[in-house]
């Protein structure tokens, strides 16, 4: 086994030949569970008034396995960085109900077995805490790296992936907080994960190559400009992923929410192995599929706009509006759009 030691100079060198394909990783709250509960005689008691709001701070991933072996006397390299969006559980009830939780994720297929996820406890604000890394600071607590292991429907730790015959070590980020009383675990006898009967449609955001189309004042025709998004409509299956906490009767009191509380964690999320190539290839431009959309570029360099026609898309950097036809090719980057929600259990 080879432990794993970053080296930046061949990420950067290596990912640079990868960098035309990525995936964005599009989390948002897809439901708050609100229900009533009924007494023995029918009579209608309060309803379940909790939520779940996700910040999705960030979350591109390059078309690449989380650890490569490169050829060569070269260390173990990582190709991508951790996506992070911050999942807020909130009690906003009235009548002093209190309640515990579990989060729901729902993945699209193509996703759910190629990602790898980890969760943080937040600190509360009025926590007092001794100081610490930065690294370290907003993490009151770290649970092990998991995946979906869809043939059984469960969760299971991931602390190597295979390369080549090889078996690279994953080192955690957050180890030192492993087998302490620091350590979020997870519930991996009651965690599940369970197809979704059916498709849904979801927002996607694809992102197409831009090459220049002709030779005009210097440009080089057939030389690659900048990327430029669209959004799209696409159906999906869907896995439910089911995450329950292991608690025990000394910490529980420490995850149930009372009246006007919430409690904050980080879901980190990164591509474990690589997607089907073949889903980039599938999707394709059309000028008249997004002739009625304001095409947008991820670069600061560049401007894009429609010429008169609405036939062809001009690029201009955006200094000046001299602006350029383009050809639109490959599909480069996809977003896959993820959900997330919560199962609230009324406590007595």
């Known amino acids: ?25 599009f989390v948002y709250s897809y ?7 009924k007494t023995a005689a029918d009579s209608s008691v309060a309803k379940i008034e909790c939520s779940i709001d996700v910040d999705r701070r960030k979350g591109s991933f390059i078309n690449a396995p989380f650890l490569q ?10 190709m991508n960085d951790w996506s992070e969006s911050t999942l807020t559980v909130r009690n906003n009830g009235r009548y002093g109900l209190k309640y515990s939780y579990s989060f729901v994720f729902y993945l699209p297929t193509p996703f759910v077995d190629r990602v790898m996820f980890q969760m943080l406890e937040h600190y509360d604000p009025t926590d007092v805490r001794e100081d610490e890394p930065v690294r370290l600071q907003d993490a009151k607590k770290a649970s092990a790296m998991y995946c979906v292991d869809i043939a059984t429907g469960a969760l299971a730790k991931v602390t190597s992936i295979a390369d080549g015959g090889k078996e690279l070590i994953i080192e955690n980020d957050y180890a030192e907080l492993l087998d302490t009383e620091r350590e979020l675990k997870i519930d991996t006898a009651t965690s599940t994960a369970v197809l979704q009967a059916g498709t849904q449609a ?3 955001e694809k992102t197409f190559g831009a090459q220049y189309l002709e030779s005009k004042d210097g440009v080089i025709a057939g030389k690659f400009a900048c990327p430029v998004t669209v959004t799209d409509t696409e159906s999906f299956a869907y896995y439910r992923v089911t995450v329950n906490l292991l ?24 591509l474990l192995h690589a997607l089907d190539p073949q889903i980039f290839a599938g999707y394709k431009w059309s000028n008249e599929k997004y002739a009625d959309q304001t095409p947008q570029t991820p670069t ?11 036939t062809a898309l001009e690029i201009a950097e955006k200094a ?7 050809e639109i090719g490959t599909c480069l980057g996809v977003s896959m759009p993820c959900r997330v929600s919560a199962v609230f259990t009324q406590e007595q």
Request: glycine share 4%; net charge positive.
């Open 320 to 326: 000046d509006d001299n602006y350029h036809a383009v």
């Open 247 to 270: 608690l025990d009767a000394d910490s529980k009191n420490e995850y149930i929410l009372e009246e006007g509380k919430s409690k904050s964690f980080e879901l980190r999320t990164v």
């Open 202 to 204: 979801a927002a996607v």
């Open 1 to 25: 086994m080879k432990s794993v030691k970053r080296s930046a100079k061949v990420f950067f060198g290596f990912s640079c030949l990868l960098l035309a394909i990525s995936i964005t990783f």
């Open 31 to 37: 439901a708050a569970y609100v229900s009533e509960r």
């Open 69 to 78: 072996q490169v050829q060569g006397d070269t260390r173990v390299i990582r």
């Open 300 to 310: 600061d360099d560049f401007k894009v706009r429609w010429n008169a026609e609405k």
